[in-house]
């Protein structure tokens, strides 16, 4: 799977995760799964998510038999630094960015692994969407599921830092170039 230069990496049960905020992020999408593989999106409910981290989401919905990925929520961290709001647009699409991305397809393929492997996983990389140089992004992405037990959203926590290596400071240090 081509990933656009980023890492990837697929998130092991008790493995451990990048950022004290994406495993506590990780903690309650696993108590939302319950016996589940996966929660139900019923289980994302942006009122119940603490505020420190509301700024730093993106929900994104699965179309099309996972072939279209949306853009239903971009949090405002996300909308300040790209200058674009990025709420309604498809996840390959680069539009009015700052920066046009070269990652937007390895984006969508990191996605359709999710939905084939039903697993979470975390990216990192330089923020090419934010225009910034200097930013890189970490992401945890984690999959929920529709009444016919479907990948049918994504909800998403993204650590943003300025620095030259988005790995860096990642204490799984499990990460792979692909």
């Known amino acids: 799977m081509s990933t656009g230069g980023d890492q990837f990496c697929p998130i092991e ?3 451990k995760l ?4 994406f495993a506590e992020f990780y903690q309650r ?8 593989d996966l929660p139900h999106l019923s289980k994302i409910q942006p009122a119940a998510i603490p505020p420190k981290f509301l700024p730093y989401i993106t929900i994104i919905g699965v ?21 674009v709001e990025m709420t309604g647009w498809e996840a390959d699409e680069a539009k009015e960015l700052p920066t046009p991305t070269d990652g937007s397809q390895a984006s969508v393929e990191r996605l359709k692994w999710s939905i084939a492997n039903r697993r979470p996983y975390c990216m990192a990389g330089p923020a090419r969407w934010s225009g910034n140089d200097m ?3 970490r992401t945890l992405v984690l999959p929920y599921v529709g009444d016919d037990n479907r990948v049918e959203r994504f909800l998403t926590l993204n650590d943003l830092e ?3 290596n988005s790995c860096e400071s990642c204490e799984a240090a499990t990460c792979k170039t692909a």
């Open 18 to 21: 990048a950022s004290a905020n």
């Open 135 to 137: 930013l890189t992004q």
């Open 13 to 15: 049960t008790g493995g």
């Open 162 to 164: 300025f620095s030259g």
């Open 63 to 83: 179309e099309n038999e996972g072939t279209r990925f949306v853009i239903r929520l971009a949090g405002s961290a996300i909308s300040d630094i790209s200058h």
């Open 29 to 36: 999408w696993e108590n939302a799964s319950g016996d589940a």
